[in-house]
């Protein structure tokens, strides 16, 4: 199993381009989450989803929307990046109750 | 709203010594997790805590869950260099759509020196 893989590793954008961050679970998990990490903080929940089809927001959605469409993929898209949206991006899945399991990142700079 | 605060937020231990890092919250939470992160890299999940006085241990990590004190423990025993690592707890709220809505606290890091 890979796991909890993550697309792009790096990227640098403009102000005001979009993209989109690529989160793939590959042990059949319903829950998936979206998290950034500013440098010295701890991790901020941005979107999660419960299962296929369904999303909520977290702790910081502005900025930001997802998708669900398979159990699989949960995609974060960035639309009008702006500079507070520099930071690092982890998804993670777990199942019910359990342990999260975590993507190895991706480095975000917006200039 | 839940506020999840950690402390110390820096650590320094010598090998061999034993040490608690703690996690107190601010208000009814019904889960409470365990991370380990090593620098430049991701977050290994360590424990997760979902009754009152559940405890937990592996190697040398022991963490334990009190909710009525709302405070949970991450004690360290004859602590290793290879412990060295920041240390994050989060607390789930009630009704967050189970492991949503997870709140983290700012981390401890922990130097272990010989």
């Given at each position: 199993n890979a796991g909890v893989t993550q697309t792009p590793k790096f990227r640098i954008l403009k102000i005001g381009q979009s993209m989109t961050l690529q989160c793939t679970q590959d042990?059949?998990?319903n829950y998936m989450y979206w998290y950034r990490q500013d440098p010295g903080m701890g991790l901020k929940l941005i979107y999660y989803s419960v299962g296929a089809g369904i999303t909520d927001k977290g702790e910081v959605p502005n900025g930001y929307n997802v998708s669900r469409s398979t159990t699989e993929d949960f995609p974060l898209r960035l639309e009008?990046?702006?500079?507070?949206?520099?930071s690092v991006y982890f998804c993670a899945s777990s199942p019910l109750e359990g342990k999260q399991y975590f993507g190895p990142g991706t480095r975000l700079t917006v200039t | 709203e839940l506020k999840v605060e950690q402390n110390p937020l820096f650590l320094s231990m010598q090998e061999g010594k034993n040490y608690t890092i703690y996690c107190n919250y601010s208000t009814t939470s019904d889960r409470l997790y365990w991370y380990r992160q090593d620098p430049g890299k991701s977050l290994e999940s360590l424990f997760v805590l979902l009754s009152n006085g559940a405890v937990k241990q592996e190697g040398r990590l022991m963490a334990s869950l009190d909710t009525k004190a709302r405070l949970s423990t991450l004690h360290i025993t004859a602590?290793?260099?290879?412990?060295?690592a920041t240390y994050f707890c989060a607390g789930g709220l009630r009704?967050?759509?189970?492991?949503?809505n997870l709140i983290f606290g700012k981390g401890t890091k922990l130097s272990v020196k010989p």
């Amino acid at each position: 199993n890979a796991g909890v893989t993550q697309t792009p590793k790096f990227r640098i954008l403009k102000i005001g381009q979009s993209m989109t961050l690529q989160c793939t679970q590959d042990m059949n998990h319903n829950y998936m989450y979206w998290y950034r990490q500013d440098p010295g903080m701890g991790l901020k929940l941005i979107y999660y989803s419960v299962g296929a089809g369904i999303t909520d927001k977290g702790e910081v959605p502005n900025g930001y929307n997802v998708s669900r469409s398979t159990t699989e993929d949960f995609p974060l898209r960035l639309e009008l990046a702006a500079p507070s949206q520099t930071s690092v991006y982890f998804c993670a899945s777990s199942p019910l109750e359990g342990k999260q399991y975590f993507g190895p990142g991706t480095r975000l700079t917006v200039t | 709203e839940l506020k999840v605060e950690q402390n110390p937020l820096f650590l320094s231990m010598q090998e061999g010594k034993n040490y608690t890092i703690y996690c107190n919250y601010s208000t009814t939470s019904d889960r409470l997790y365990w991370y380990r992160q090593d620098p430049g890299k991701s977050l290994e999940s360590l424990f997760v805590l979902l009754s009152n006085g559940a405890v937990k241990q592996e190697g040398r990590l022991m963490a334990s869950l009190d909710t009525k004190a709302r405070l949970s423990t991450l004690h360290i025993t004859a602590a290793v260099h290879d412990l060295s690592a920041t240390y994050f707890c989060a607390g789930g709220l009630r009704g967050g759509g189970s492991q949503g809505n997870l709140i983290f606290g700012k981390g401890t890091k922990l130097s272990v020196k010989p």
